[in-house]
């Protein structure tokens, strides 16, 4: 499955093998959406958007549920990179943050500010910290 976020706010899903359009989120985010991660099992999709908004959404082959918004970043999501357990998902922003959030509780963990605009991130191999 192959799945694109647009800057007209949806989030498409199509078939890898000939392009055939499965499903589509709706206006996912207000002003586009900017990255999306998906979850190892590929049940559970994060999204990010141009107005600084993290979602999290159920993937059913019917009905795609938002199940969280999570909002501190002020400038539009760059990047979205999950933990290996799916428990954490990291955002990085071009307000010059990174938001650790928990995807249990839909809380911040941990954040990072500095000068400067992200434009993704990554976990280090042993998943302690984000750059």
Known sequence: MWIPGWNDSHIRTYT???G???WVIYHAHLR?????????DSRYLVSGGEEGQVRLWSLCPQQQTPIGIMKEQLGPITGLR???DDLEVASSSNDGSIVIWCLKKFLRKAVVMMD???LDLAWHPNECQVS
């Open 16 to 18: 890898p093998q000939t």
């Open 20 to 22: 055939t359009p499965l």
């Open 32 to 40: 586009g959406v900017t990255t999306l991660a998906v979850f190892s």
């Open 82 to 84: 999950m933990r290996s």
């Open 116 to 118: 400067t605009l992200f």
